[in-house]
């Protein structure tokens, strides 16, 4: 009865590969995110859609593209990683607006580019 | 930058002690929210403190709000080393697409 989930847990891939990571919520939320959270700990968001659209897009590269087939899902494609880009994933969502709910997350996914 | 700053960086106390992490940010917010992080695990919400509220209470925490001063605290009394973690404090700030931010985080250590 996980919330929500995120797979893969771990991914190590090497530079200049694609990647995907996937996520779902069972909530019933309308709003889902991606946020990387980097060695420092420091959380930052990255995208954010609300009934499969994009909402928020930070100042990410174009290599990052989020796909939200319906407001249940939210995945992550990655084109040519970088060395950069290691870090760790999380996936969350929450019900109506952010200004009054508050975030569920998915245990991340730890992307390593070697 | 809108993110919350939280203080201190680093926290160790003895269990059944209380542990006060503070968090202070730069702009006026929708409501400010408290986080906490196990190792290898995601954030889980904590409690969520609104512009107009002062006080909350959830369990043994306890959040106070100072929008004057532009600063959250976040107290856990009776401390277990089960709440060994990662505490960060997020701000929704008013304004078109507003979003959570999220601070750096304090690490809290209980010693048992």
């Known amino acids: 009865d996980t919330a929500v989930s995120q797979t893969p847990k771990y991914l190590v891939t090497q530079m200049g590969n694609d990647k995907s990571i996937k996520c779902e919520q069972n909530?019933?939320?309308?709003?889902m995110y991606w946020y990387k959270q980097d060695s420092k700990k420091f959380l930052k968001i990255m995208f954010s859609y609300n009934n499969k659209e994009l909402i928020i897009n930070e100042t990410v590269p174009n290599r990052f593209s989020p796909k939200s087939p319906d407001k249940a899902h939210l995945n992550l494609h990655i084109n040519s990683l970088e060395l950069g880009d290691s870090a760790v994933y999380f996936c969350a969502s929450s019900d109506g607006q952010i200004y009054n709910s508050p975030l569920h997350f998915g245990n991340g996914t730890r992307l390593t580019v070697t | 930058s809108q993110q919350g700053e939280e203080d201190p960086q680093a926290l160790s106390i003895q269990e059944g002690e209380n542990a006060t992490m503070n968090c202070s940010y730069k702009t006026s917010i929708n409501n400010l929210q408290w986080y906490r992080q196990n190792s290898g695990r995601g954030l889980v919400h904590l409690i969520l403190?609104?512009?107009?509220?002062r006080e909350k209470h959830s369990g043994r925490l306890r959040v106070t709000l100072d929008t004057s001063k532009k600063s959250s605290s976040l107290l856990i009394t009776a401390s277990r080393a089960a709440d060994t973690a990662s505490y960060f404090c997020a701000t929704s700030h008013t304004g078109a697409n507003s979003k959570l931010t999220f601070g750096k985080g304090i690490t809290l250590s209980v010693r048992p």
């Open positions: 909530l019933g939320h309308d709003t």
């Open positions: 403190i609104r512009s107009n509220e």
